[in-house]
């Protein structure tokens, strides 16, 4: 038999600690159905789930005295390893949302097991020249593929075409309507000092409060969290407390509990088991709904920013999702910098995070003339969205708020900025400058 390796025997305890967790909860069905006491490397872990799961199915109490004292009456509990072993399970869960994981690992390496183990058949056939060599290769493609269909259910009926088009499309689960869904993620790139970070706590701040992140309208409050990787406290407080003040301004106060902001400018390292646990732990006692956490290459210590240093990053914004249970995400990334004079809006590194949000857009430094004045930024896809969304075609600098968005493209407020107040209605009049068509009631000078 294959040795187990020290993850696999990490994942083992895990999975069977979280079943002794009594608020496990929601998960502990999927759990019960991802693995089976044969799946486990050893023998005391499958035997020890197989209690847990029936206990569960009969409503009984899964936590580890009443186990131990079920495998007392039974005769088995020094023989599994005490109730020590029990309570060492206990606690060698980091966090009970990663469960499906942790089973996921030891579902992957049964599977590695059974193929070696079919494969070591096969090769003693073929030594022992048994039958014929075509019922061999036959008998050993059927082994093979029991092991590929291992968990999988058989009765699961393709859907035609014609049946699968006639089925109505399901509403997402809107976090922010027309903009986020649950489980969507949303990359913002820009430069330095480009504005992203301000974008993004105005979309959070007016998503708490239960406005929508750029226009005149209330939408359900939203549970947020912010975790700020790069700038200190007293960077973060003052633009927050503006943005909470025009909150309540527009009759909107964010109520206590809403918004969870976590500031660690010593950066978040999600390539260590420690961070990420953390964060876990974090986003299970806040429970958001949206997540925000950035900027991208602050989320390793190793200063690397290519596909090697994204992988881990990647697998843990993925765990965040799970544990959160599908709260939509928002990352802040950095663009490269400028080369030919053009700047490259998608997010330095990995080509990975080309394919991995739903959303990618940089904030672009408008041509237009006058742009500078105001601000004017061109908000850019750097990947194809999959799905549509209510986007804004640009921003602008803010009154009560950083940023306000303009609906399309092409019409900026830009040329009034040069004008009186009466040169410019005699232009808008004249058709030589178009008013800009704002996305909220927000007016430049305002």
Request: hydrophobic letters at 45%; charged letters at 25%.
């Amino acid at each position: 038999m294959l040795e187990a390796r020290e993850e696999i025997r990490e994942a083992e305890d895990a999975v069977c600690g979280t079943m002794l967790h009594a608020e496990a909860g929601d998960t502990v069905p999927e759990l019960i159905d991802a693995l089976e006491p044969a799946d486990f490397y050893s023998p005391r872990h499958g035997e020890l789930w197989d209690l847990l799961c029936s206990r569960w199915a009969a409503k009984l109490p899964c936590d580890p005295i009443n186990v131990a004292a079920e495998l007392t009456r039974r005769g088995d509990l020094a023989r599994l390893g005490g109730a020590a072993w029990l309570h060492e399970l206990y606690g060698a869960v980091p966090t009970v949302g990663n469960a499906l994981h942790y089973a996921e690992l030891v579902r992957e390496d049964a599977q590695w097991r059974a193929l070696a183990a079919a494969g070591t058949r096969m090769v003693t056939v073929a030594q022992r020249r048994e039958g014929t060599a075509a019922e061999a290769a036959e008998a050993a493609v059927e082994q093979a593929r029991s092991v590929r269909d291992r968990h999988v259910a058989s009765d699961a009926a393709p859907v035609d075409l014609l049946d699968f088009l006639d089925q109505a499309d399901d509403e997402p689960e809107w976090v922010i309507p027309g903009v986020l869904a649950r489980w969507e993620r949303l990359m913002i790139t820009a430069g330095e000092g480009g504005g992203k970070s301000l974008l993004l706590r105005q979309i959070l701040t007016r998503a708490a409060a239960g406005l929508h992140p750029w226009k005149r309208a209330r939408i359900a409050p939203v549970r947020v969290l912010l975790v700020d990787a790069e700038n200190a406290a007293p960077q973060v407080r003052p633009w927050l407390r503006r943005m909470a003040t025009a909150a309540v301004d527009e009759g909107a106060p964010i109520q206590r509990g809403q918004f969870t902001v976590e500031v660690r400018p010593e950066g978040l390292d999600l390539t260590t088991a420690a961070g990420r646990a953390w964060l876990a732990r974090l986003v299970e006692r806040v429970k958001p709904d949206l997540i925000s956490i950035g900027p991208l290459y602050k989320m390793t210590t190793s200063g690397a920013s290519d596909e090697e240093a994204a992988r881990p990053i990647m697998s843990a914004l993925e765990m965040v999702r799970t544990v959160s249970n599908g709260a939509a995400l928002i990352l802040e990334a950095h663009s490269p910098h400028a080369s030919m004079g053009k700047r490259d809006l998608r997010p330095i590194g990995s080509s990975l995070w080309m394919r991995w949000p739903e959303y990618g857009f940089g904030l672009a430094e408008s041509k237009e003339a006058g742009a500078d004045a105001i601000r004017l930024r061109d908000w850019v896809p750097w990947r194809g969205p999959r799905s549509e969304r209510d986007w804004p075609e640009q921003f602008c600098e803010g009154v009560t708020w950083p940023w306000q968005a303009i609906q399309y493209a092409g019409n900026g407020p830009v040329g009034t900025l040069t004008l009186t107040e009466d040169e410019a209605e005699r232009a808008m009049a004249a058709g030589l400058v178009q008013q800009p068509e704002f996305w909220d009631d927000q007016q430049i000078g305002q």
